[in-house]
Every structure is written in structure tokens, then in C-alpha cells.
């Protein structure tokens, strides 16, 4: 890939793409060459995830980047939790803002997969699908026998029931609309 230093106000932008493209060679991705919006997909590289989605980051290259603007990125991981994926973009945020007049993405990216190292080994679970073995019902009486304690869970309609008693100022409000899997941008 041979860009020209014409096509990026700045050459250490320009240098980057050129070093990305080298590195991240399949990973790498020109999505809108005229806006300089680029794509790296990430994927994990342990031994003990079977998940094959890649995190997604795609960032732009602002007039004055790397010298005077930050990067523009959005982060799409869909396969992690909320509070994983708030704490990363925390992570990400501090990289960027601590360096302005460098070139970043390398950096957001090495970010990115030692979270996921660090992610994985204080998880107590595989980040892959999985079966889980559904117990038999007579299984769960001999268990609940055995135990001789039965822990009875409430309905979702009784707490529902008694939100308006908990939370009286959300009585006559609507519900938010809730949305999955939006990606994180920092636009």
C-alpha cells in the first residue's frame, strides 16, 4: 500500500497508516479513504477462546491529527460486558488524551488486547459459546431434598408490582428504549 503524503495533512498521520497497514496486514481495513476512516479488527489471541468475533476499532484521522486534534474512534465489542466495555473505553480514553502530538492507534490496539488478557484471566468464565448441561427436574428434587432448604426466587411480576412503592418518582414515567450492541464512540 503506497499512500501519498498528500492525501493526510500530517506525515506522521500519513507514517501511521503506512505502519498499520504493514503490521495489521489482514487485520487493516481503508473504509473511506477522502475522510481517512480506517478499520483494525482485533482478535483475541488466547488459547482459550473459541470466539471468533473480532473487537472492532474504527477511527478517523482528524484535520491536525496526531499534532493539535486527538483520534476520533468508536469501539465495537458486542460479545463483552457493559462494564467491561466501560472500563476498556476509560483505558482508551486516557491513552488518547495523554497522547496528543503522537500518532495512537498502535497504541489502542496493544491497549485492547492486553485488556482482553487481563479480561480473560480474572474471569472466571470462557468468553466462547458454550452448552450448559440443563438439569432434570428430578435431579434438582433429589438436590433440593438433599439440601432440605427451598429457596424460592420471586416473580418478575412482583417486583414490578412493587417498583411504583420503591421508586415512586418512576410511576408515571415511560420506560427508556433500550439498544444492543451500540458501538462506543467518543464523537
Not at 16 to 30: D, G, M, Q, T
Amino acid at each position: 500500500m503506497n499512500l501519498l503524503a498528500s492525501q493526510l495533512c500530517d506525515p506522521a498521520a500519513a507514517e501511521e497508516v503506512e505502519a498499520l497497514s504493514l503490521i495489521y496486514e489482514k487485520e487493516f481495513s481503508i473504509l473511506e479513504p477522502d475522510n481517512r476512516v480506517y478499520e483494525i479488527r482485533i482478535c483475541p489471541k488466547l488459547d482459550n477462546i473459541t470466539n471468533k468475533e473480532p473487537i472492532v476499532l474504527k477511527f478517523q484521522q482528524v484535520a491536525g491529527y496526531p499534532s493539535t486534534n486527538p483520534l476520533k474512534y468508536e469501539l465495537f465489542a458486542p460479545w463483552l460486558c457493559c462494564s467491561a466495555v466501560n472500563e476498556l473505553e476509560k483505558q482508551l480514553e486516557l491513552v488518547v488524551a495523554s497522547s496528543l502530538g503522537s500518532p495512537v492507534v498502535h497504541m489502542l490496539v496493544e491497549t485492547i488486547e492486553s485488556f482482553i488478557c487481563a479480561f480473560m484471566s480474572s474471569s472466571s468464565g470462557n468468553l466462547s459459546m458454550h452448552e450448559v448441561e440443563t438439569p432434570s427436574l428430578q435431579s434438582t428434587l433429589e438436590k433440593d431434598e438433599q439440601l432440605g432448604t427451598v429457596v424460592s426466587v420471586p416473580s418478575v411480576r412482583s417486583h414490578l408490582d412493587i417498583s411504583p412503592r420503591i421508586l415512586p418518582f418512576a410511576s408515571n414515567s415511560t420506560a427508556p428504549e433500550i439498544y444492543h450492541c451500540e458501538p462506543l464512540s467518543n464523537y
